[in-house]
C-alpha cells in the first residue's frame, strides 16, 4: 500500500528542493542522447508509433557462442571478484587481438578492462587532467569527451570540422591550435556521430604534427572499429613515436552487440593503466566475471557474426544515405563506419510548416519528433548545431517507413 497522503506531497517536493547537491554536478548534462530516447518512450507510452532513431546500439542480439561462454562461465562458477585490472586471461586476449587485427604489440600490463569503454574514457581523462589543463577535441564529437572534461575542471578546446573535410581534423587545423599546453587529444574514428573514418594517410598528417608535442596524450576511441565499410581500420597507435603517448580505447559494446554487458578496455602506457587501476579499484572493481569469460570466447575466436552484422549495416548505411541525398535541403557526406548519418540541415532554419518555425537544430529534431513521429539528436549536442544525427541500427523496415515520413515532413517546410 502506498502510505503517501497527498498532504504529504508538497513537503517532499520542497525537501527534494532543497537537497543541496555537490558543485560538480553543474558540470554535468544528461546526454541530449538519452534525454531524447527518453522522450521517444513517452510519446510511445501514449500510443504514438515512434521510430527510435536517437540511440546507438546494434538491434541484433549478442552471437550465440558469445552467449554460450557465458552459460559455461556460469556452470564452472566464474562467480567471485576479479582483478581490477581485469582476468589474466583476458588481457592476454586482448593483447592477441590487438595484434592480430591491428598488428600492435601490448603485454597484458599495458591493458585494463573496465565496465565499458565510457568508464575507460573516464578513467583515462581523470588519471591526466588537472584543473586547468587544455584538452583538445576535434567537432563533431561523441557528447561524453567534454562532459568527463568538464568533471575533470580541463578546458576543452573545439576544433570544428565542416562537412567539407568530411568532418575530420586536418593537420593544418590541429597546428593552429595545438600547443605546449596542451594536455590531451581526444577523437573517435569510425567517429560517432559522423561516421567518418581517418585513413592511414590522414593519421600521418596528424602524427607528425603530435611528434612535435611530447606532453599531448592522445585518446584514440576506437569502439566503433569493427564497424567499417572501407575495409581496414587504422589506429594512431601504430606511429613508434606516439605509442607511449597513446592510449587505445576500445571495447565489446558495438562490435559484437554486447552494448548490456558492459566491458571496455583500455590500451595504453603503463602508468597510465596504474593510474586507471587505482581509480578503478575505487569505483567499482573488477568488471563483470560472466561477462569477462564471455569476452574472451568473443575475442579468441572467429570474427564471422562481426562481420556479417557489419554487412547488415552497409546496406542500412546505403539506403539511409541514398534516401538523405534525395531530400531537397539536405547535406550529407558519406559515411564510412560506425551506424550513424549526421546530415546538415541547416537550409531549414528560418521556414515554417504554418504551425512551427525551425529556429535552430533542436527545433527541428523537435519537429521531427512531434510530425514525423521520429526521434533524432540534434547535432549541437555533438558540437555541430548545422546537423541532426540519425542512428541507421535498426530494421531496414523501419528505416524505410522512418526515411519517408523525415521526407514527407521536411518538405511540408516553406
Ligand atoms: C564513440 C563512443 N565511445 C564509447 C562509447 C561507449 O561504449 P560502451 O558501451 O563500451 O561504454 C560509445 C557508445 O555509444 C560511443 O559512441
Redesign the pocket.
Known amino acids: 500500500m502506498n502510505n503517501t497522503s497527498d498532504l504529504d506531497l508538497p513537503v517532499l517536493t520542497q525537501q527534494r528542493q532543497e537537497m543541496q547537491l555537490a558543485q560538480r554536478l553543474n558540470r554535468v548534462a544528461e546526454p541530449q542522447?538519452i534525454r531524447m530516447a527518453k522522450l521517444g518512450r513517452e510519446l510511445k507510452a501514449k500510443g504514438i508509433n515512434i521510430i527510435d532513431l536517437s540511440l546507438?546500439?546494434p538491434d541484433f542480439r549478442t552471437p550465440d557462442h558469445i552467449c554460450d561462454a557465458a552459460v559455461k562461465a556460469m556452470e564452472e562458477g566464474y562467480f567471485k571478484y576479479t582483478p581490477v585490472m581485469g582476468m589474466p586471461e583476458l588481457r592476454e586476449a586482448i593483447c592477441q587481438k590487438l595484434k592480430r587485427d591491428n598488428g600492435l604489440e601490448y603485454t597484458p600490463e599495458e591493458i585494463i578492462v573496465s565496465?565499458?569503454?565510457?568508464?575507460?574514457?573516464a578513467n583515462v581523462i581523470l588519471s591526466i587532467v588537472d584543473p586547468g589543463d587544455e584538452v583538445i577535441i576535434p567537432t563533431p564529437y561523441?557528447v561524453?569527451y567534454s562532459a568527463l572534461v568538464e568533471l575533470a575542471e580541463g578546458k576543452v578546446t573545439y576544433i570544428p570540422c565542416g562537412i567539407e573535410d568530411d568532418f575530420k581534423l586536418t593537420a593544418d587545423r590541429l597546428e593552429k591550435e595545438i600547443s605546449d599546453k596542451t594536455r590531451m587529444f581526444i577523437f573517435?574514428s569510425p567517429?560517432?556521430p559522423t561516421g567518418s573514418v581517418y585513413s592511414h594517410e590522414e593519421l600521418v598528417a596528424l602524427a607528425e604534427v603530435f611528434k612535435r608535442y611530447p606532453n599531448v596524450v592522445i585518446v584514440s576511441?576506437e569502439?566503433?572499429e569493427y564497424i567499417n565499410y572501407n575495409g581496414k581500420h587504422e589506429s594512431i597507435a601504430q606511429f613508434p613515436e606516439l605509442k607511449d603517448r597513446t592510449v587505445v580505447?576500445n571495447?565489446?559494446?558495438?562490435g559484437f552487440a554486447m552494448?548490456g554487458w558492459?566491458?571496455?578496455y583500455l590500451a595504453g602506457p603503463k602508468a597510465i593503466v596504474q593510474a586507471c587501476e587505482k581509480l578503478q579499484g575505487q569505483f567499482t572493481s573488477g568488471a563483470n566475471s560472466i561477462t569477462q569469460r564471455a569476452s574472451i570466447a568473443a575475442l579468441t575466436s572467429d570474427l564471422g557474426p562481426t562481420f556479417k552484422m557489419t554487412e547488415a549495416f552497409r546496406e542500412r548505411r546505403d539506403f539511409v544515405i541514398d534516401a538523405l541525398r534525395n531530400m531537397p535541403g539536405v547535406k550529407i557526406n558519406n559515411p564510412e563506419g560506425?551506424f550513424y548519418a549526421f546530415p546538415n540541415i541547416s537550409s531549414f532554419f528560418g521556414k515554417t510548416d504554418g504551425n512551427t518555425t525551425i529556429i535552430d537544430d533542436e527545433a527541428l529534431s523537435m519537429y521531427l519528433l512531434h510530425n514525423a513521429h521520429v526521434s533524432t539528436v540534434n547535432g549541437g549536442a555533438f558540437g555541430n548545431p548545422d546537423c541532426i544525427r540519425i542512428s541507421f541500427a535498426t530494421s531496414m523496415d523501419k528505416l524505410k517507413e522512418a526515411m519517408q515520413r523525415i521526407s514527407d515532413a521536411l518538405a511540408k517546410l516553406q
Open positions: 542522447t546507438g546500439e565496465t565499458g569503454a565510457k568508464q575507460s574514457l561523441w561524453t573517435s567517429c560517432n576511441d569502439i566503433y580505447i571495447g565489446m559494446s558495438k552494448t558492459r566491458l571496455g560506425a
